[in-house]
């Protein structure tokens, strides 16, 4: 069975940087779109960034364009998301997810579609 593991979730100033990890068990990557999402305390969990299983498109939330960056490292069958300039709203719990069902250039956006996440990881961005 597939799983996802997040990492490197943790607290920093606002302007500061973090650099997310998804580990996947498995050759995950090429048979799986995949996504970050996040939830804020009170809030229903929100689409943040996804790249297509052929790992040539990319998506993000305006609220982050400019500022985060999906990417994957098949070599060591992992994704990131990087952050750079994070502010106090940022916070929140970061989930990447899987959707076995990717078509090869597309994103997905749609958090129902997604059927494979991890447990979450922390993020806390102080003013």
């Known amino acids: 069975q597939v799983q996802l593991q997040e990492s490197g979730g943790g607290l920093v100033q606002a302007g500061g940087s973090l650099r997310l990890s998804c580990a996947a068990s498995?050759?995950?990557?090429?048979?799986?779109?995949m996504g970050w999402f996040r939830q804020a305390p009170g809030k229903e969990r929100e689409f943040i960034a996804a790249i297509s299983r052929s790992m040539t498109v990319t998506q993000y939330v305006d609220s982050v364009k400019g500022r985060f960056t999906i990417s994957i490292d098949i070599a060591k069958n992992t994704m990131y998301l990087q952050m750079n300039s994070l502010k106090p709203e940022d916070t929140a719990v970061y989930y990447c997810?899987?959707?076995?069902?990717?078509?090869?250039?597309?994103?997905?956006?749609?958090?129902?579609?997604?059927?494979?996440w991890g447990q979450g990881t922390q993020v806390t961005v102080s003013s």
């Open positions: 997810a899987g959707n076995a069902n990717a078509p090869w250039y597309s994103t997905i956006d749609q958090i129902h579609e997604y059927d494979l």
């Open positions: 498995g050759r995950t990557f090429s048979r799986y779109g």
